[in-house]
């Protein structure tokens, strides 16, 4: 059972460049998140889906963009990289939060993809 | 306008203590209060919760205690082990809605 897979785990980008973030998982979760943290700080909302087809904005979605077209993947795009996006990326899927105190309790995070843009 | 802060980045105790990791939010609406462990190129792995209707959650070595009132949270390693140095970020939600995570606080565990 692989969980949640990200890939690529190191990309360096220059200005202008554009990317896209990889994310899948195994586990059937219907929700999916992509997370940013900068170095001292917390992690941060992007985007987050419900479902297939389903997205929405997190705290910080400004220069991303994220399609839902299956259960397992979420991938996250950056069109004009920008030295402020050089962080540590990393997704995350779960069970409807309603299943908590369940034994379905938290997020399931992929092991991220540190980005940097020069 | 951080409604969740951890504010202290590091905490170094001797193996077999007990470490104790603090965390203050802001939002009263919060209901339901979580801990993960991060340890250097991985992802936060899940640790430990706990609903705002009670206040005191334990999973062996591990107890999450909550203060309501003081809005403030703190997580108990008890005994302290090698294994346990990582970073440790207190996250909350409310009424079902997505994660808001600390800054994290890094604990080192001495041998």
């Known amino acids: 059972n692989a969980g949640v897979t990200q890939t690529p785990k190191f990309r360096i980008l220059k200005i202008g460049q554009s990317m896209t973030l990889q994310c899948t998982q195994d586990?059937?979760?219907?929700?999916m998140y992509w997370y940013r943290q900068d170095p001292g700080m917390g992690l941060k909302l992007i985007y987050y889906?419900?479902?297939?087809?389903?997205?929405d904005k997190g705290e910080v979605p400004n220069g991303y963009n994220v399609s839902r077209s299956t259960t397992e993947d979420f991938p996250l795009r950056l069109e004009l990289a920008a030295p402020s996006q050089t962080s540590v990326y990393f997704c995350?899927?779960?069970?409807?939060?309603?299943?908590?105190?369940?034994?379905?309790?938290?997020?399931?995070f992929g092991s991220g993809t540190r980005l940097t843009v020069v | 306008d951080q409604q969740v802060k951890q504010n202290s980045p590091s905490l170094s105790v001797q193996e077999g203590r007990i470490s104790i990791l603090n965390c203050d939010y802001t939002?009263?609406?919060?209901?339901?209060f979580l801990w993960y462990k991060k340890y250097p190129a991985e992802g936060p792995t899940f640790l430990i919760s706990?609903?705002?209707?009670?206040d005191k959650n334990e999973d062996g070595r591990f107890t999450v205690f909550l203060n309501k009132s003081a809005k403030h949270l703190s997580l108990h390693i008890v005994p302290s082990q090698p294994g346990d140095s990582a970073v440790y970020f207190c996250?909350?939600?409310?009424?079902?809605?997505?994660?808001?995570f600390g800054s994290g606080t890094q604990l080192t565990v001495l041998p």
């Open positions: 706990i609903s705002s209707i009670k």
């Open positions: 586990m059937n979760h219907n929700y």
């Open positions: 995350a899927s779960s069970y409807p939060p309603v299943a908590r105190g369940r034994g379905q309790d938290g997020y399931t």
């Open positions: 889906s419900v479902g297939a087809g389903i997205t």
């Open positions: 996250a909350a939600s409310k009424e079902f809605k997505q994660l808001t």
């Open positions: 939002n009263s609406m919060f209901d339901y």
